[in-house]
């Protein structure tokens, strides 16, 4: 799915991976993620190979992956337990701290009140931040997001763009860095993959496109925006200038 692809990215920075569909942005994430191993080349996370050693990173896959069986708390807590636990001596310990931890974010995430709800009784959006959240509570340098919000209607995936923002900086302790220089500064590097190119100018700090089928860099676009980014922010003329910069890059 991928060939000759050189992709360097610095800790902190939220990068967007747009391409046609089958180009390989899942593929990708599933090596990062330590989940498929390359045929050729490395795939390094602070300079170490992750190839087969999963949970370096943590992963929010497509479909969100939640445990219908499981309240909101559970599966909110379920990757960060077995991320510090693989073995089952300590799992109870890690999804105790694990739980301490999410607790003071289930209002942030919209959930507070929800703690013993199942999937099934959650709203889309609901779903989604749920998801969301078991990603944040992963005490991974790199958070791998495939396709967050892609099922989601227009006015609610609008409305988790803005609200995720807000939680790019939150650590896996709940805690957010330090305002440097009047923003707040990704505390983990973000990677996100989405068909929306206005979606990846939004979120991003570089937007990386991918060709088609075997999946190449084409174009590695850097977002020079103040953030917040509203949602209105994609009728300026930046934001339509960097639009087509990279429908353009998609095209060819």
Same mark, same amino acid.
């Given at each position: 799915a991928l060939d000759?692809?050189?992709?360097?990215? +610095? @800790?902190?920075?939220?990068? /967007?991976?747009?391409?046609?569909s089958g180009c390989g942005k899942s593929t990708l994430l599933r090596m990062l993620a330590g989940l498929t191993v390359p045929s050729s080349g490395t795939v390094e996370v602070g300079g170490r190979s992750v190839a087969g050693r999963p949970g370096t990173c943590a992963w929010m896959p497509q479909n969100h992956g939640l445990l219908p069986w499981r309240r909101v708390l559970a599966n909110a807590t379920l990757g960060a337990a077995v991320a510090a636990a693989p073995g089952a001596t300590n799992r109870g310990r890690a999804r105790a701290e694990a739980e301490a931890r999410a607790r003071p974010l289930l209002e942030r995430f919209g959930l507070a009140g929800f703690e013993a709800a199942? #999937? %099934?009784?959650? %709203?889309?959006?609901?779903?989604?931040?749920? @998801?969301?959240?078991?990603?944040?509570?992963?005490? /991974? #340098? !790199?958070m791998l997001l495939d396709e967050p919000f892609g099922s989601l209607d227009a006015l609610t995936r609008s409305s988790l763009q803005s609200w995720f923002q807000d939680v790019l900086a939150v650590?896996?302790?709940?805690?957010e860095p330090a305002q440097n220089g009047g923003g707040e500064q990704p505390k983990r590097t973000v990677i996100v993959v989405t068909h929306d190119v206005e979606e990846a100018i939004l979120l991003a700090d570089r937007v990386v496109v991918l060709s088609a089928r075997p999946g190449r860099v084409v /174009?590695?676009?850097? !977002? +020079?925006?103040?953030?917040?980014? #509203? /949602?209105d922010l994609v009728v300026t003329a930046p934001v339509i200038a960097l639009r087509t910069q990279l429908l353009a890059a998609l095209r060819s």
């Open positions: 000759e692809l050189n992709l360097e990215i +610095d @800790a902190g920075e939220v990068v /967007a991976l747009v391409g046609p199942w #999937p %099934s009784q959650l %709203s889309g959006g609901m779903r989604q931040r749920l @998801a969301v959240l078991r990603t944040v509570l992963v005490d /991974a #340098p !790199v650590g896996p302790d709940g805690t /174009a590695d676009v850097a !977002v +020079d925006l103040p953030r917040p980014r #509203p /949602a």
